[in-house]
């Protein structure tokens, strides 16, 4: 059963506001789910210090928050990538306001990407693992689109969240949606699937992680 992503509904007009501003999108996600989304923000800083030539894969991208690490000037590819067409229609709309020509938009499924191995120097996966019923098919094509020294840097919940936030995701679960991985999974399928120094964030529920291609 395909679930529809909220995100790509009226909800999702509300989030592109307050996501672009980190006090006002810290200050719902702790009165709703219990988290610190400053972890959120302060994993793109890398982005920003690319060099030229590199190649960037936002998967999933949604509505281009990571866009906000990105300079018009960066002399970089930069694919966002979404399954949901009105998720890039609204990365197309942020990226226009920014002046950022060098993006480039696709739709298609995180866990079956039409990429060549090894084309990324830098993998973007931000709030995305959470959101799929195999987020270990997810890593797993991270890692083969990774080339070896490239990275991967996101974000996701995890299980390890707040009563409140665990009784929501309960309700999701009853329509389908996915649930978060657990922590040790998820450094699991990480290394697994061929990366290594990987680092995964010690806060609860909602954590910053990623790992290096070195195969």
């Not at 689109?145 to 990275?151: K, N």
């Given at each position: 059963?395909?679930?529809?992503?909220?995100?790509?509904?009226?909800?999702?007009?509300?989030?592109?506001?307050?996501?672009?501003?980190?006090?006002?999108?810290?200050?719902?996600?702790?009165?709703?789910?219990?988290?610190d989304a400053?972890?959120?923000?302060?994993?793109?800083?890398?982005?920003?210090?690319?060099?030229?030539?590199?190649?960037?894969?936002?998967?999933?991208?949604?509505?281009?928050?990571?866009?906000?690490?990105?300079?018009?000037?960066?002399?970089?590819?930069?694919?966002?990538?979404?399954?949901?067409?009105?998720?890039?229609?609204?990365?197309?709309?942020?990226?226009?306001?920014?002046?950022?020509?060098?993006?480039?938009?696709?739709?298609?499924?995180?866990?079956?990407?039409?990429?060549?191995?090894?084309?990324?120097?830098?993998?973007?996966?931000?709030?995305?693992?959470?959101?799929?019923?195999?987020?270990?098919?997810?890593?797993?094509?991270?890692?083969?689109?990774?080339?070896p020294g490239?990275?991967?840097?996101?974000?996701?919940?995890?299980?390890?969240?707040?009563?409140?936030?665990?009784?929501?995701?309960?309700?999701?679960?009853?329509?389908?949606?996915?649930?978060?991985?657990?922590?040790?999974?998820?450094?699991r399928w990480?290394?697994?699937?061929?990366?290594?120094?990987?680092?995964?964030?010690?806060?609860?529920?909602?954590?910053?992680?990623?790992?290096?291609?070195?195969?």
């Amino acid at each position: 059963m395909e679930v529809a992503n909220a995100c790509a509904g009226p909800f999702g007009a509300i989030y592109d506001v307050y996501v672009e501003r980190p006090w006002m999108m810290n200050a719902i996600c702790r009165l709703i789910w219990g988290i610190d989304a400053s972890v959120l923000y302060s994993s793109m800083d890398p982005i920003g210090r690319l060099p030229a030539g590199s190649t960037v894969l936002d998967v999933p991208s949604g509505g281009g928050v990571a866009m906000r690490a990105l300079s018009p000037d960066q002399d970089i590819r930069y694919v966002a990538v979404d399954l949901s067409e009105k998720m890039l229609s609204r990365a197309r709309k942020r990226a226009s306001r920014r002046s950022l020509g060098q993006v480039e938009f696709l739709a298609a499924d995180m866990t079956s990407l039409p990429f060549q191995d090894g084309v990324a120097d830098l993998f973007l996966s931000f709030s995305g693992l959470h959101m799929v019923p195999n987020p270990d098919r997810a890593i797993a094509e991270i890692a083969r689109c990774l080339r070896p020294g490239g990275r991967v840097i996101g974000t996701t919940f995890l299980s390890d969240v707040s009563r409140r936030a665990r009784a929501l995701f309960a309700i999701g679960a009853r329509s389908g949606h996915a649930t978060p991985p657990d922590r040790s999974d998820l450094r699991r399928w990480l290394e697994s699937s061929g990366l290594g120094e990987v680092t995964i964030g010690a806060e609860r529920g909602f954590v910053a992680f990623g790992g290096t291609r070195i195969t």
